[in-house]
């Protein structure tokens, strides 16, 4: 039972952009906040970014004003607007759905199949 379902990777140059995509099922949005993690070859996945049921974004500072985190709750659906593309943002890209508590975002269970996004020239 497919519940997260990420689309809207691909190829790009550094310095281009790239908007991801993520259906959940309601049960999934229905937790209080999203995020997008990415895992590139040989290292650990890492949290992009997560955005509060309140539409409150956070970000790694690694992607501080380049990446855009936003929520549609009526689809369901939560972005990522890549902007300034670098090469070290090549990485499987993943949605999860968790909880916000306090100042941290918690991941849970579940997780898509991912997006590859490819920076390079």
């Known amino acids: 039972q497919v519940q997260l379902v990420e689309s809207g990777g691909g190829l790009v140059q550094p310095g281009g952009s790239l908007r991801l995509s993520c259906a959940a099922s309601k049960f999934i949005f229905s937790i209080n906040a999203m995020a997008w993690y990415r895992q590139a070859p040989g290292k650990q996945r890492e949290l992009v970014a997560f955005?509060?049921?309140?539409?409150?974004?956070n970000y790694a500072d690694s992607v501080k004003g380049r990446f855009t985190i936003s929520r549609d709750n009526a689809k369901n659906t939560v972005y990522l607007q890549m902007n300034s593309l670098k090469h070290e943002d090549t990485a499987v890209y993943y949605c999860n759905g968790g909880l916000y508590l306090g100042s941290t975002y918690s991941a849970g269970a579940s997780w898509g199949q991912g997006t590859q996004v490819t920076v390079s020239s």
């Open positions: 955005i509060t049921s309140g539409g409150s974004g």
